[in-house]
């Protein structure tokens, strides 16, 4: 039973990468999903089918795909392996891989949340922007300071749903080689040779979840104190 | 020359003329009201005034400046000449009532005082005063609708006739040169209209320039100093109150007034 206090360790250095994946994903996916909405409401036509085009391809794809397709990206298209692109961004292949897959997932889950974005955006009364615009208001502060705090509320539980599901997501990340939370569960499972090791994982995965779902269950009970 | 100068306004959405031609005056200090069935062109006049509706063509003048067409100088000048009181409230649902109607006074001291900098202390201190200002301020418009108890509540823990007491609160807070009522009471219950009718009454006697788009055709007629009746895109006729209600000249204004009287009957039944 030695075992135990090593695989926890091996699962916790496992559940580092996980994490880590999980919020770079969330700090850029976030603001590039708006983006991407404002994008894909564009009164440009070319802008606009553009953005349809992407959100199309990424959501019509297996994310597992669109990682292998980013990683495979700079040999085949830029004739750049990824031991070189390594040495020039001066980071290890593992770095490497985890870039990656952080842009993989960056691109996936900005297509995800820009639809959600759109959807808040457009279930905003017209009346509200009428309102800011005989108030004075130009097109910028009537999105910031009238806006935008109504979409963030109307979004909130659909933006959990995705969030919980980047949790589970984050397991892709071992078809590139990355000791992720399930990857390292594996690992134990192999080297040790017992299958407690996905007991453990699950655990973990069902705390992460549970932190998570109480963090935005809070945030939606504080953005409540008003009726739409 | 009059306050308000509309010259031969014309609208159309796609195929549908909505407004073929309108012109009228008004003074400062009037009160004008536009009546007529749904569906005339009343409204869209008014989203053409307050430019939340471009007109195709025709001339808007305010004190002999002319501020429809703009030539990109005055646009931004036209939301602060006509103050806006919609139909449906459109109070913002996130903030307090005070904040309400200081977010537009606020956001107009932000550019007084010129570029953001976040090093600069002392905008940030004159910002200040002016935010307290305008909260004094608000505070005091508050009152001045009745709602001195509610400044810090929220829209939806207001009746509707609060609600729409706020947005007048909050369209007076630019200082509009004329301030434009959409059918105020029309989302109202009937037992709340009272309240929203007596504010606009006291604004009045305030020497405010008003133009109401109403269905009340009793509150039109003691508020007023002038009423235009619309139909069909065009303005039908216009007068006193008193002419309009007693001596009306068109053949359609009559069968305006007979068909409401009907109902009237009818529903005493």
Known sequence: ?228 | MAFLEVNNLYKSFNETEVLKGVSFEMERGEVLSIIGSSGNGKTTLLRCLNGLEMANAGTISIDGETVFPADGKNSKQTGLTFGMVFQNFNLFPQYTALRNVTLAMDVQAEKTLGKKNPFDFKRKQALKELRAKNETEARLLLARVGLENKVDNYPCELSGGQQQRVAIARALALSPDILCFDEPTSALDPELTGEVLKVIKQLRSEGRTMIIVTHELEFARNVSDKIIFMADGVIEETGTPQELFENPKSEKTKAFFEKLSEKVTENDD
Not at chain 1, 126 to 141: D, I, M, R, S, T
């Open chain 1, 1 to 228: 039973m030695d075992n135990i206090q090593d695989i926890l360790m091996e699962l916790a250095e496992g559940f580092g990468n996980t994490l880590a994946l999980f919020v770079v994903t969330l700090l850029f996916a976030l603001p590039l999903g708006l983006l991407f909405a404002f994008a894909s409401m564009s009164k440009f036509k070319p802008l606009k089918w553009f953005m349809k085009t992407l959100i199309w391809i990424i959501r019509g794809t297996p994310l597992m795909l669109q990682i292998l397709f980013v990683s495979f990206l700079p040999n085949y298209v830029f004739k750049t392996p990824t031991k070189d692109l390594a040495a020039m961004l001066n980071i290890t292949i593992n770095e490497t891989m985890f870039l990656f897959v952080a842009l993989a997932f960056i691109l996936n889950y900005a297509c995800y949340f820009s639809e959600i974005y759109r959807a808040g955006i457009e279930a905003i009364p017209v009346g509200q922007y009428e309102a800011g615009q005989v108030l004075g208001l130009n097109k910028n502060q009537i999105f910031s300071k009238i806006v935008l705090m109504q979409v963030v509320r109307r979004i909130l539980p659909p933006m959990s749903n995705e969030i919980i599901t980047l949790v589970k997501d984050t397991s892709l990340a071992q078809v590139l080689g990355i000791v992720d939370l399930l990857n390292a569960a594996k690992h134990a499972v192999n080297h040790y040779v017992i299958l407690t090791p996905f007991l453990y994982a699950t655990v973990f995965y069902l705390l992460f979840n549970g932190l998570l779902t109480l963090l935005l269950g809070w945030a939606e009970k504080k953005l409540s104190y008003y009726k739409v």
